[in-house]
């Protein structure tokens, strides 16, 4: 969809590698067993606030995964529990200016 997730200036690119579930699965299937896919490009946002349009789910292990607060697509991204931050993957956003 074309909801803003992120104004401009608001994260910074960061690479670090994470595998969240890929955005369509085969089948239903328990979330310990979800396909998952490794990207290494991500926009860090450290404040949750400073996102425009995003939600959460629930906590499953280390992690809260990011989708888009209008649509439900996602993961976007994901949210670390233990570090707070959140990390949104360039893959999975349209960039505009």
């Known amino acids: 969809c074309n909801s803003l997730i992120l104004s401009s200036n608001s994260a910074n690119y960061v690479e670090q590698e994470?595998?969240?579930?890929?955005?369509?699965?085969?089948?239903?299937?328990?979330v310990d067993e979800l396909d998952t896919e490794s990207f290494k490009e991500f926009w860090t946002v450290d404040d949750?606030?400073?996102f425009e349009n995003i939600g959460f789910s629930n906590t499953v292990g280390n992690f809260k995964y990011l989708i888009c607060a209008d649509c439900e697509?996602?993961?976007v991204g994901l949210h670390d529990i233990s570090t707070k931050k959140?990390?949104?993957a360039l893959v999975r956003v349209k960039h505009e200016h």
């Open 86 to 88: 959140n990390y949104v």
């Open 18 to 30: 994470f595998s969240p579930p890929l955005m369509h699965q085969k089948k239903e299937r328990p």
């Open 48 to 50: 949750m606030y400073s």
């Open 73 to 75: 697509m996602g993961p």
